[in-house]
């Protein structure tokens, strides 16, 4: 069997298949009329509420001082988020959180959580159920500060059923040459891509009432998102949506250490085709089969299957319910989408026996496992006993169950009303939990596990590193920071003017930064600067460029002595003097200092 | 988070994962009781003007 481990790994291009996810949140207020509609207000109440510490984060380097600058707005405004920075209505009022490292923010008036990154697909389930308790909490928080007649609505889902969509989105770590490949090279691996993206929908589609966008009318479809898709690839998000997004952020080094690209050979593949799902056995479903499908698509072990028109493919599958829509592939052969399942399935069967998942995606052959069963059943089309492991199959047979009590046709508005109720985040009216608490779900974490993420990040990504940097920091000492880095600063004495010293975390290597790795600094440290100088941060200016002026010789960080600084470094196997340059000559204090108020 | 513990002991363990066929209709008729316990759920949903709730729930159009 062959090595994969992480080491080994990087060698052949391979990387296990790590995976984050940032979700969207329908949010709106019930009994608060606005004929701008009340997503504004909604998002921005649950904002407030949720925990974490706020810090300004922009894509482009931008800094604009302290953290601890966050101010709400009245919700009309167009409010900045932070003092100073350029209001980006896709990003506003990002804050992270020291409980898991995942982090909140406001995109388009819908809160987004983004979960931490983690390894293995159980983890994610994990991760996605606590960030919905941590979420549910805010709404609660919410509506408790809320005026009486009014009630802050939070959904797991897509669409509003009235033309507006909104993402579930999951990213993968993949090789740079495997996403060179897949959209600039072998174009036939995105056409494969685009075929288990579009088929998936039997194991991931959420299920929804009607169609939209135009669309041709529907009873009851698969996904929330397929009639939202208009073209095969693009790098757009919010129009003219791309089955396969080609947009090229590793989050893994930032813009200017490698146009766009990481130096690391890392990339990251942004799916943003997938429902946003509630059953743990479809979200297990949706990262574990992706992670196994993008590591045979790293290792050049891509199946031939490639749909004739994936876009008019993924309609129809998503339209049929019955599931015997077939559609015609490159070779004029016509699948249903289950076939199109079954023979990536059997080849990731393959490819897991031969060893080649070891290492990049944990728990590979209980998801080739579960994967077959769900498969079995859609074939059989059984819907009741797909309604434990399946959303849209839970969703229609609760549907059902509605509408034949009531004698409801699929166009009420009854029906509507409950498609949206399911998704409700609040455990006291959403429909998926009462079925969760009755019974009716197959679950594949603990309870156990959920909770744990809602306390602690994962042991065996960077998110780790960066709930415990936050936890030892509080929010005033942390400056700027994105997924790959945290920028802290710390006042300098003496000074006529508040100024800063500042001091970068690089963690381009999603990787590393592990438990393993850092657990032991971090107990060791007694504080924030102590933490810095073990895990070798670097000084920076308030830009996070390098100081313009070399330091010489040994630098401390504020608030450790030369001797504290010595022991530290000896204690953590670093030279004494190393590259630690943690004071001194930066570009800003030749200028004077800079000011921040 | 009280309540949501509360909540969390009184759940029901969840039908066996069994699915290659031998106790599927077993696992049918168990999940139809269990889907039962979303009755209460859906009639507090529908006990209101659903048309008022749907034009309520406009989104602006996201990622």
């Given at each position: 069997m062959e090595d994969r481990t992480p080491e080994n790994t990087m060698d052949t291009g391979a990387l296990p298949k790590l995976c984050g996810a940032d979700v969207e949140l329908g949010n709106f207020i019930l009994g608060v009329q606005h004929g701008q509609g009340t997503g504004r207000l909604a998002s921005r109440a649950l904002l407030r509420h949720m925990p974490g510490a706020a810090v300004e984060v922009d894509s482009w380097g931008g800094s604009s001082g302290g953290a601890n600058w966050w101010f709400l707005d009245d919700g009309w405004g167009g409010g900045r988020g932070y003092g100073g920075a350029t209001y980006n209505p896709q990003d506003w009022g990002r804050r992270y959180l020291p409980a898991n490292g995942g982090c909140a923010y406001i995109d388009l008036d819908h809160l987004e959580l983004c979960l931490p990154e983690v390894l293995s697909a159980y983890d994610h389930v994990a991760a996605w159920q606590a960030m919905l308790i941590i979420a549910r909490g805010a709404l609660e928080r919410a509506n408790a500060a809320l005026a009486d007649g009014g009630r802050v609505m939070a959904f797991a889902n897509n669409s509003d059923g009235l033309g507006n969509s909104y993402g579930g989105h999951v990213n993968f770590l993949v090789s740079r040459r495997c996403f060179d490949n897949i959209f600039h090279r072998k174009l036939h691996y995105l056409l494969f891509l685009a075929s288990y993206l579009t088929s998936s929908i039997v194991l991931t589609g959420a299920g929804k009432v009607g169609s939209e966008n135009g669309r041709p009318e529907v009873g009851f479809q698969l996904s929330q998102r397929a009639d939202f898709y208009e073209t095969l690839t693009g790098i757009q998000t919010t129009y003219n949506r791309p089955i396969v997004n080609s947009r090229d952020e590793s989050l893994c080094g930032r813009p200017g250490q490698g146009p766009a690209r990481a130096a690391n050979g890392m990339a990251r593949l942004h799916v943003i085709f997938f429902d946003t799902t509630l059953c743990q056995v479809a979200s297990l479903l949706k990262v574990g089969v992706t992670q196994l499908v993008l590591a045979m698509v790293e290792q050049d072990r891509v199946p031939g299957l490639m749909l004739e028109d994936p876009l008019r493919a993924l309609l129809e599958w998503s339209h049929?319910?019955?599931?015997?829509a077939k559609a015609r592939l490159v070779g004029g052969e016509a699948y249903t989408a289950v076939d199109v399942q079954q023979a990536i399935l059997e080849a990731a069967a393959r490819f897991v026996e031969e060893g080649r998942a070891d290492g990049l995606v944990p728990r590979a052959g209980e998801i080739v496992a579960c994967w077959a069963e769900t498969l079995e059943l859609l074939r059989r089309l059984d819907v009741e006993a797909l309604a434990s492991r399946l959303d849209w199959a839970l969703k229609l047979c609760i549907l059902r169950r509605a509408a034949a009590g009531r004698g409801?046709?699929?166009?009420a508005p009854a029906l509507k009303h409950l498609d949206l109720m399911y998704s409700s985040i609040d455990p006291a009216d959403g429909l998926y939990w009462a079925c969760e608490r009755g019974g009716a779900v197959r679950r594949v974490v603990s309870g156990g596990s959920v909770e744990r993420f809602v306390h602690e990040p994962p042991d065996d990504t960077r998110a780790y590193l960066r709930a415990h940097l936050l936890r030892l920091a509080?929010?005033?000492?942390?400056?700027h920071m994105d997924w790959d880095h945290i920028r802290f600063r710390f006042p300098k004495d003496g000074r006529k003017w508040p100024t800063y010293r500042y001091v970068e975390m690089g963690m381009e290597e999603p990787l590393a930064w592990t438990r393993a790795r850092c657990g032991e600094s971090l107990e060791r440290a007694g504080s924030l600067p102590e933490a810095l100088t073990l895990l070798g941060a670097q000084e920076t200016d308030s830009w996070g460029h390098p100081p313009k002026t070399a330091p010489v010789g040994p630098r401390l960080l504020p608030g450790v002595t030369a001797q504290g600084q010595e022991g530290l470094c000896r204690g953590a196997g670093l030279p004494e003097a190393g590259n630690i340059t943690l004071e001194g000559s930066s570009w800003e204090d030749q200028q004077g200092g800079t000011y921040h108020a | 988070m009280r309540e949501r513990e509360r909540r969390h002991n009184e759940e029901r363990p969840a039908p066996?994962?069994?699915?290659?066929?031998?106790n599927l209709d077993g696992l049918r008729a168990a999940g139809n009781d269990f889907l039962a316990a979303g009755d209460d759920a859906i009639n507090r949903a529908l006990s209101g003007d659903s048309e008022r709730f749907l034009a309520a729930s406009r989104q602006e159009g996201g990622e």
């Open positions: 049929d319910p019955s599931l015997r409801l046709a699929w166009d509080g929010q005033d000492a942390v400056s | 066996p994962a069994t699915a290659g066929g031998g």
